[in-house]
């Protein structure tokens, strides 16, 4: 006699439509924070760009301005004025190789700053490769014969004493510096490299008129202390200088940081 086999089968059930709707419910809660979140960081990318347009425009107007009233100066310089504000007191020293390390720096530094300007644009190196070749040697060139041994040279001389000449000669050697490494990782085709010492090499140019928004500062509030241009010779370039590798810095871990999401 057969026996009889018993029927196993698992019936079907039918979710709770309440269990359901709470799924539903939390995983448009879910999106709907995701897509809020999105925005808000959208908008405050779209104000940060704006707040990083201004401040750039900004200081390339103010850039532009004091690039100017130093030109005009030179008019001082050509026959040398020694009761202007540079020149006062120099006469003893203006001889010999200081004189011509002079003059070398203040026709050499312009041309590199100017040339600075124009390869640090993006859209000058994607849509002009060529120019932008070109005019990076001719600023090595400058930078490496002219800017950088004069400024070195003259450094040795600086009216405010030994810590204001130590100043300009480290920024002297490191401008040198920034130049040689960037024209090195341009010729290995290290492309990341090569920008971002020359990113550096112009920072060090622009503290000529850094070290003028200095001076300009301490007149209008009145510092007179006999270190305050000193102290300026080593903040007009390691300040811009540190705040840019720290800002550099900040923004590679904020892109390394890894993205979690929840599903």
């Known amino acids: 006699m057969m026996a009889r086999t018993r029927n196993t089968k698992t019936p079907m059930t039918i ?8 799924r539903i419910t939390r995983s448009t809660a879910i999106m709907v924070r995701s897509v809020i979140s999105t925005g808000r960081d959208g908008m405050n990318d779209r104000r940060n760009a704006t707040l990083i347009v201004v401040l750039v425009l ?29 020149l006062w007191g120099r006469e003893p020293a203006f001889r010999g190789i200081y004189r011509e390390a002079f003059y070398l720096h203040i026709l050499s530094g312009p041309v590199a700053l100017l040339l600075g300007s124009i390869l640090i644009s993006r859209s000058v190196r994607s849509r002009f490769p060529r120019l ?36 300009f000669g480290f920024l002297a050697v490191a401008t040198g510096c920034c130049a040689a490494m960037g024209w090195r990782a341009a010729i290995a085709r290290r492309f990341d490299d090569h920008r971002r010492w020359m990113t550096r090499c112009f920072i060090l140019l622009c503290s000529a008129l850094t070290l003028r928004w200095i001076g300009g500062l301490g007149t209008i509030f009145g510092v007179e202390s006999p270190w305050a241009y000193p102290l300026a010779a080593w903040a007009s370039w390691l300040i811009p200088l540190l705040g840019w590798e720290l800002l550099v810095h900040c923004r590679n871990r904020r892109f390394e940081r890894p993205v979690h999401t929840t599903i």
């Open 58 to 86: 900004t200081l390339w107007l103010l850039g532009v301005k004091t690039l100017l009233a130093i030109l005009v100066s030179y008019r001082d310089y050509f026959p040398p004025d020694f009761t202007s504000d540079f």
């Open 132 to 167: 932008h070749r070109s005019l990076g040697r001719v600023q090595i060139a400058v930078i490496l014969l002219g800017v950088a041994p004069s400024g070195l040279w003259m450094a040795g001389f600086a009216e405010s004493g030994l810590v204001a000449g130590y100043g």
């Open 15 to 22: 979710p709770n439509g309440r269990n359901t709707q709470l």
